[in-house]
């Protein structure tokens, strides 16, 4: 039996749909993944000093804002988003590395021994 060229169309259009659900599942997996992140960074802020807390609280803020944006761009991607999911997937690691880095200067001016870094 021969495949018709409507077939084969039905086929990769089912494909597609098929990426683009696993593509966003992996993307809400990336933000949950984010967020447990920040949540334990929370929780730290609120063990540490006030100065630590004073200086880090503004960023656990701010990317918890980021955080909430991007899983309502994850929540809206349907249709032909491949592109758009790209983006997010780009978006997502630049505000990962954003508040790694971040949050490791404002934990190394708290560290013992580490004095102002004027």
């Not at 960074?41 to 656990?60: C, H, N, T, Y």
């Not at 949050?103 to 708290?110: E, T």
């Amino acid at each position: 039996m021969m495949t018709t060229t409507a077939q084969l169309e039905a086929r990769i259009k089912e494909l597609e749909t098929k990426v683009e659900e696993l593509t966003k599942e992996v993307m809400e997996g990336k933000v949950d993944s984010l967020r447990a992140r920040l949540d334990e960074l929370e929780l730290q802020v609120d063990l540490g000093s006030k100065d630590f807390r004073d200086q880090v609280a503004p960023l656990v803020d701010q990317f918890s804002g980021r955080i909430t944006e991007l899983r309502g761009m994850v929540d809206a991607a349907t249709g032909s988003a491949g592109d758009a999911l790209g983006g997010l997937a780009d978006n997502l690691r630049s505000t990962a590395e954003d508040l790694r880095s971040r949050m490791d200067q404002a934990s190394a001016r708290f560290r013992p021994g580490s004095g102002p870094s004027d």
